[in-house]
Nanobody, 124 residues
Framework: QVQLVESGGGSVQAGGSLRVSCAAS????????MGWFRQVPGKEREEVAA????????GYTDSVKGRFTISLDSAKNTLYLQMNSLKPEDTAIYYC?????????????????WGQGTQVTVSS
């Protein structure tokens, strides 16, 4: 079972940048799909970025394309989400997730491990 722990959230003004991290442990398979999600109270959880660990293929939801970058440091077993040009509507709790499913479009399937989330707040 993969364990995930997020860190790096915080508060920033619009136009600023933040990087959130997700430390992973407990890998038992050679290939995973890992993703970053966000959720605002009262709304559904939204997948914003995904990456496959075997070939580094990435995918993004349209609202973050060109602003967010997902990456994986395999040596450190850490997933990152670099967020630039942040907007107030990016405010949410950000979660990382992992699973053995495929990436279809820009989304991971078969997710079965989730972190606890980290708050990102963007003020105008």
């Amino acid at each position: 079972q993969v364990q995930l722990v997020e860190s790096g959230g915080g508060s920033v003004q619009a136009g600023g940048s933040l990087r959130v991290s997700c430390a992973a442990s407990g890998y038992t398979y050679s290939s995973y799909c890992m993703g970053w999600f966000r959720q605002v109270p009262g709304k559904e959880r939204e997948e914003v970025a995904a990456i496959t660990t075997n070939n580094g293929r990435t995918g993004y939801t349209d609202s973050v394309k060109g602003r967010f970058t997902i990456s994986l440091d395999s040596a450190k077993n850490t997933l990152y989400l670099q967020m630039n040009s942040l907007k107030p509507e990016d405010t949410a709790i950000y979660y990382c997730a992992a699973g053995q499913g495929l990436m279809i479009g820009a989304r991971c399937t078969g997710l079965n491990a989730w972190g606890q989330g980290t708050q990102v707040t963007v003020s105008s």
